[in-house]
């Protein structure tokens, strides 16, 4: 599945492809090794192959 990697403010960060399926609380990580917690699941009815993802780094997870 392709994803779209969004901040709390829904500014992208970036896309993945992964044939896992992410739910709120897992980790992940982008292609640059960078490391994020989902916080939050959102579909786009225009492009059913895509899902946004809501993530924040997972620096901020652990140090919060």
């Known amino acids: 599945m392709h994803y779209l990697l969004v901040d709390t403010r ?3 960060l ?4 992964s044939d896992k399926v992410y739910s709120v ?3 992940l ?3 640059d090794d960078q490391g994020y917690t989902v916080i939050g699941l ?3 009815k225009q492009l059913s192959q895509t899902q ?3 993530v924040i ?3 901020a997870a ?3």
């Open 10 to 12: 829904q500014r992208p």
């Open 14 to 17: 970036g896309t993945m492809n």
């Open 29 to 31: 990580q982008n292609h």
């Open 42 to 44: 959102n579909g786009f």
């Open 57 to 59: 780094p997972l620096k």
């Open 52 to 54: 946004s993802l809501t």
């Open 62 to 64: 652990i140090g919060s």
């Open 25 to 27: 609380g897992d980790t």
